[in-house]
């Protein structure tokens, strides 16, 4: 999922592979129904309201490669603020079907909105969550931290006036209920309490 800190689990697990932001129901098509059912799989989520601040802010700073500049300098020059982005922003068909503000469940959900993974860690607790992966998949790994946006001035929260944090509430709507965020985080240790011993997420 983009701007999940996707690059730097898959570089700390298997090296230089790009594999893309790839959606679960993908992965259904490419593999026998059997193969997909005995793989382990899982993904890293984060606050929509902090992915969205971040994604705004990487795109802005021209992303990764000419592709993401370009598309930047197209659709988010007119926006000098993120809360002006926002407001107006969110609202246009191509930054709405953007792959980097496309909502999580797209990536993850596979049938009546509910996610077909069988580990879900949290950004906010990445680096237990990804020792947990490590250790699923047999293997000694370190995270090693990649792309890390270094436009960012303060605390995603700083961003949000009320009028921006209430369309992102209802833009992430699904997000929110699914992967069960609040705002400020407060609920996470309630969250990570309700996963059961192999990390799978108790339904």
């Known amino acids: 999922i983009p701007k ?19 959606n679960l129901r993908r992965y259904q098509i490419m593999f026998a129904p059997a193969e997909f059912n005995r793989y382990f799989k899982f993904t890293i989520v984060r606050n929509p309201y902090d992915r969205l ?8 700073g021209g992303g990764v490669n000419e592709k993401d500049k370009q598309w930047a300098e197209k659709n988010l020059s007119s926006y000098d ?3 002006a982005f926002a407001k107006e922003g969110l609202g246009r068909r191509n930054i709405r079907r953007a792959l980097h ?37 047999g293997m000694n790994a370190s995270l090693v931290e990649s792309n890390r946006n270094v436009s960012r001035e303060k605390d995603y929260r700083q961003y949000y006036t009320d009028a ?9 709507a699904d997000d929110l209920r699914i992967l069960g965020y609040n705002f400020d985080n407060s609920d996470l240790p ?11 997420i108790c339904r």
């Open 4 to 22: 999940c800190a996707g690059i730097s689990l898959v570089r700390s697990l298997f090296g230089d592979f790009d594999c893309g932001h790839t």
């Open 101 to 137: 503000f496309r909502p999580q469940s797209n990536f993850i959900c596979v049938r009546k909105h509910r996610p077909g993974l069988d580990f879900i860690g949290y950004y906010e607790n990445l680096q237990a969550d990804f020792a947990f992966i490590s250790r699923r998949l």
């Open 81 to 83: 603020t993120f809360d």
């Open 190 to 200: 309630a969250r990570l309490a309700k996963r059961g011993s192999d990390g799978r």
């Open 164 to 172: 921006s944090r209430k369309i992102v509430a209802d833009f992430y």
């Open 53 to 60: 601040v971040s994604a705004f802010l990487f795109l802005k």
